[in-house]
């Protein structure tokens, strides 16, 4: 073998090496990055129920809990919102159950809250809180739901509104008080499934083009 040969094959097997140790780096980063990611979606989740210094045009609730929609009633009753939409409500539900949970305020119903039917996910919460919006001229929202579930609620209506200003009010279960949650596996695993849920969203926005007001009344009445 010659010297010029004998150089080549140091390289060759060199950029052999930086590639197997890339190839096994990269599954290791990867991990590190997305438990990361976890760890600082974890500790974001709020564990006390906050304040609201500040009201809007429009409330939107998210079903999904009993407490979301109490709460988003007392906040249209307290004068943070003109409206108020509850999305994502069963096609069996109707006004005078939802009533039921928020007793001290049932007049509400009859002049200021909406109903959502046509929405089954987060992205149909969405779509159908855009439509909404849009239609009565809000420029701002107070967003009701679970503070785990606030982080994808925010992206995906921000996604459908984003000139909007979108206002957080996380309902805090019960489920995420008191002790930390990696105490607990049932919330530990609540909080990676939710996490996995927000990274897959986030994915998808990303791939997906921007939809215009119209198309959203569309996919809105189309369901």
């Known amino acids: 073998m010659t010297a010029v040969e004998g150089n080549r094959a140091q390289v060759a097997g060199r950029k052999r090496r930086r590639a197997v140790q890339w190839l096994c780096a990269a599954p290791l980063t990867a991990f590190a990055a997305l438990a990361g990611g976890f760890l600082w979606f974890a500790f974001s989740v709020a564990r006390e129920e906050g304040r609201l210094d500040r009201g809007a045009d429009g409330i939107v609730a998210l079903t999904g809990g009993a407490s979301r929609i109490a709460d988003a009633v007392e906040l249209l009753a307290s004068g943070r919102g003109r409206r108020l939409l509850i999305t994502g409500v069963g096609a069996s539900t109707n006004a005078a159950e939802l009533m039921r949970l928020a ?3 049932q007049r509400w119903f009859g002049c200021c809250i909406d109903l959502g039917y046509t929405a089954a996910n987060t992205a149909g919460n969405a779509v159908e809180t855009g ?4 239609e009565r001229g809000f420029r701002s929202l107070v967003v009701v739901t679970s503070g785990y579930h606030m982080p994808r609620a925010m992206l995906e209506i921000h996604h459908r509104l984003p000139d909007v200003t979108l206002i957080p009010f996380p309902v805090v279960s019960e489920q995420v008080r008191g002790e930390p949650w990696w105490r607990h596996p049932g919330e530990a695993k609540m909080l990676v499934s939710e996490y996995l849920k927000f990274l897959v969203a986030m994915a998808r926005i990303r791939l997906e083009p ?11 009445r189309t369901g």
């Open 103 to 105: 007793p001290h305020h």
């Open 210 to 220: 921007v939809i215009s007001v119209t198309e959203i009344a569309y996919h809105g």
């Open 131 to 134: 439509r909404w919006a849009q």
